[in-house]
T-cell receptor, first 113, second 111 residues
Framework: DAMVIQNPRYQVTQFGKPVTLSCSQT?????MYWYQQKSSQAPKLLFH???????NEADTPDNFQSRRPNTSFCFLDIRSPGLGDAAMYLC????????????FGPGTRLTVT | EDQVTQSPEALRLQEGESSSLNCSYT??????LFWYRQDPGKGPEFLFT???AGEEKEKERLKATLTKKESFLHITAPKPEDSATYLC????????????FGAGTRLTVKP
């Protein structure tokens, strides 16, 4: 089945230690998104790639970076995780921007110790 | 600023007790309104897209409707497996087509 895959499902990192989360998709969608979701809150968009074009949300901290080396893969890098960065990180894809539904992966639960 | 508000925050129903969830929005230039279901510890699962006032979509026990100010997710004769958080989200023409989510309604259906 075509799908969105996230690895790892659970990640524990130390305060200030860089961490990378990965996302892959078999849907061949143009757009890939990264969201941060904290407990009982709405998913918050961090950034998205429209093909190779990177679009950062204005309030996304510089501590968060992303890479999309090809259509299928996208990475979220957190350069110096703080305790406040502990959250569920969701990757999503859509066929295109503008009116298309997004398909989400299962998420990566990040714990910062 | 675009706003999406869902109510109630939490809803407990008995199996078979029909009800509705509300999503009200204040946005300029609605392009689409989306409903998702999210189970604990998982990513949201797409349910419906609504594009214009008066539109309705149905899937099993769920029916979504849209007006110019709000959307309803009607749940008819719910079952315990319908327990989840239901999220609505909007896309507009003026915000680079990004999707803005509401905080969700946590639905619990007791047998």
């Amino acid at each position: 089945d075509a799908m969105v895959i996230q690895n790892p499902r659970y990640q524990v990192t130390q305060f200030g230690k860089p961490v990378t989360l990965s996302c892959s998709q078999t849907l061949n969608h143009n757009v890939m998104y990264w969201y941060q979701q904290k407990s009982s809150q709405a998913p918050k968009l961090l950034f998205h790639y429209y093909d190779k074009d990177f679009n950062n949300e204005a309030d996304t901290p510089d501590n968060f970076q992303s890479r999309r080396p090809n259509t299928s893969f996208c990475f979220l890098d957190i350069r110096s995780p703080g305790l406040g960065d502990a959250a569920m990180y969701l990757c999503a894809t859509s066929r295109d921007r503008g009116g298309y539904e997004q398909y989400f992966g299962p998420g990566t639960r990040l714990t910062v110790t | 600023e675009d706003q999406v508000t869902q109510s109630p925050e939490a809803l407990r129903l008995q199996e078979g007790e029909s009800s509705s969830l509300n999503c009200s929005y204040t946005v300029s230039g609605l392009r689409g309104l989306f409903w998702y279901r999210q189970d604990p510890g998982k990513g949201p699962e797409f349910l419906f897209t609504l594009y214009s006032a008066g539109e309705e979509k149905e899937k099993e026990r769920l029916k979504a409707t849209l007006t110019k100010k709000e959307s309803f997710l009607h749940i008819t004769a719910p079952k315990p497996e319908d327990s989840a958080t239901y999220l609505c989200a909007v896309q507009t023409y003026y915000n680079n087509n990004d999707m803005r989510f509401g905080a969700g309604t946590r639905l619990t259906v007791k047998p």
